[in-house]
């Protein structure tokens, strides 16, 4: 058994019996039943981390309904058979469409075997590649809870920190559970456990062959193994772009570091424990639809977007003419409900928010030679394969930066940024996501080729370049966007660079701490392309930097300091 590590964090909106109220308030203010409730559900998610990411068996049904023998089953059934009129009564439901609304006891076990099957599931993965770690640190944000004579619900949000042995970046998963329990001669138990993870959200209510999934990939593992033995390493020397090079000065080229450092300075932590998640860039509309939103916010600040509410309600930088567009602000994106001009099938309407019109657009600006937009290479991956560039020419480096669009509720439903690459295989690819909200996680040990699912192929989206951006000039500003940084207990010291394409007369990088509105350091240069400064980040919160230039409109960028 690994030694266990875990902070449990509680912030706590309490609902009793059917009366809510708005509370933060700690576990020791809290009933001895509810926090009886706390525990068991907390330690039950524990065991279930322990048990997928370290392949260590845990006894998941020891907390559950289904220690009761099998004689006593009758009474559990109609103790249970009030659950659906307590559950209807929750202020807060976040998964309404599901069987165990019906109050059955087979409900309810269907439920929980579901749930031991995910752990199997992503546990045999960890497993299949041997995954290790340098540290493993599992927390849960408790944010409200609900009792009701023998009835219980924890909204609960799971927060795993940890790191690959054989990776420098930190990892994280944050999933969401709503657990119900009810109590049973005067034990509580766990009923049923809901979710957001992919893995929930595409099985529940439906059926899943755990052996069936787990002989499927064992056997594209098997056979993805000797096909790498006998194949030839892959050369890295050039980046594989395919498409036609840019051929104007106003097209943005494509920075794919900038893209990264911004998806990873926007899943990082210092959280408020009420997840949307809360870390996220709040300039930008938001939806609970969000992964292919936070794709596209990564994309865009790889084009140099700049990262100030003004400029992105401008939509500078970003897609907005012609038959293909893709936009934003903080409030709509590009819908048809707002400047439709004419059927919004096949066009690209919701691209910025929506995975199958984010392909759609991808797909329609490539075929276009004049068509305004990204300009992609883009491969498919075959659903039984570990090499995710096959014959296209493309290299690890054009992955870092990519767009995939993996296996959601459906095939191809799931949009994820890839901030690493180390190869061209699932194994050597990390990426991060919303929506399942991920920073810097194995590509394999989500999304594993197989042999029995078809829907586990990938479509791979390698920006290039924007042509024919809004607001689009010759010379512009950027900046070296930066990861997230670790202040430590005397601060951290971090070079910044501020760039124009051409040297101007004059170039000034302003930095301002948190909440301030008068600038903490400020450079200047005079007649080049280039600013930059040394700044000793000292307080923890978001930083931003403002790059300012003779007759160009400024650019903003935000360093999150933890």
């Not at 099998?70 to 059934?77: C, D, G, P, T």
């Amino acid at each position: 058994m690994k030694k266990r590590v875990i902070g449990l964090t509680l912030v706590v909106c309490l609902l009793f019996s059917t009366t809510a109220f708005a509370s933060s308030t700690s576990i020791s203010q809290m009933s001895p039943d509810m926090n009886a409730a706390i525990e068991v559900a907390t330690s039950y998610l524990e065991d279930a981390a322990y048990s997928q990411y370290f392949y260590d068996a845990q006894d998941l049904v020891a907390h559950t309904i289904e220690v009761i023998p099998e004689n006593e089953k009758a009474v559990l059934s109609q103790s249970i058979a009030e659950y659906p009129s307590f559950r209807s009564a929750q202020a807060v439901v976040p998964y309404e469409d599901t069987s165990i609304n019906t109050g059955t006891l087979q409900a309810f076990e269907e439920n929980l075997e579901l749930h031991r099957d995910s752990v199997a599931y992503y546990g045999h993965l960890n497993e299949l590649e041997n995954t290790t770690y340098k540290y493993f640190t599992p927390s849960y944000d408790v944010v409200d809870g609900n009792i009701d004579g023998d009835f219980a619900t924890v909204n609960v949000y799971e927060t795993i920190d940890f790191q690959y042995s054989d990776c420098d970046e930190p990892s994280m998963m944050v999933t969401h559970y709503y657990i119900s329990l009810v109590k049973y001669d005067g034990e509580w138990l766990v009923m049923s456990v809901e979710s957001d993870d992919l893995f929930y959200q595409t099985y529940r209510d439906s059926d899943f062959e755990l052996q069936e999934a787990i002989e499927g990939i064992d056997a594209a593992f098997e056979e993805n193994e000797q096909l790498a033995l006998s194949e030839p390493a892959t050369s890295d020397d050039n980046v594989g772009q395919l498409v036609p090079a840019a051929n104007s000065s106003t097209d943005r080229k494509y920075i794919p570091k900038n893209a990264v450092n911004y998806a990873l300075t926007y899943s990082s932590s210092g959280d408020d424990g009420n997840k949307s998640p809360s870390y996220r860039n709040k300039n930008f509309y938001w939806s609970s639809e969000s992964c292919q939103l936070f794709a596209s916010q990564c994309v865009w600040a790889g084009f140099g977007g700049s990262n100030s509410p003004d400029d992105i309600n401008d939509r500078l930088v970003m897609d907005t003419s012609g038959s293909y567009q893709w936009w934003s602000t903080d409030s709509k994106y590009n819908n048809p409900d707002y400047n439709d001009p004419g059927s919004a099938s096949d066009k690209g309407w919701n691209s910025w928010i929506k995975c199958s019109q984010f392909k759609v657009y991808v797909d329609g600006v490539k075929a276009s030679s004049t068509e305004s937009g990204i300009v992609c290479d883009t491969h498919s991956v075959p659903y039984n394969s570990d090499d995710l560039v096959g014959n296209s020419g493309l290299t690890k480096s054009d992955l870092i930066g990519a767009v995939f669009h993996v296996r959601g509720k459906t095939a191809l439903g799931h949009a994820i940024f890839i901030n690493n690459a180390t190869g061209t295989t699932r194994q050597t690819v990390y990426y991060t996501c919303y929506n399942s909200c991920a920073k810097n996680i194995r590509l394999s040990t989500r999304f594993p080729s197989s042999k029995s699912s078809t829907d586990n192929k990938i479509y791979v989206m390698v920006p290039r370049y924007l042509r024919g951006a809004n607001g689009a000039t010759s010379n512009y500003l950027y900046a070296d966007l930066q990861n997230a940084l670790v202040k430590g207990t005397s601060g951290v010291r971090q070079t910044l660079y501020g760039r124009s394409v051409s040297a101007v007369s004059s170039l000034t990088m302003k930095v301002y701490k948190p909440n301030t509105a008068n600038a903490a350091y400020t450079f200047k240069a005079s007649n080049k392309n280039v600013v930059s400064g040394s700044v000793l980040f000292n307080v923890a919160g978001d930083w931003k930097v403002v790059v300012s230039g003779t007759g160009l409109d400024p650019f903003t960028y935000i360093i999150r300091v933890v």
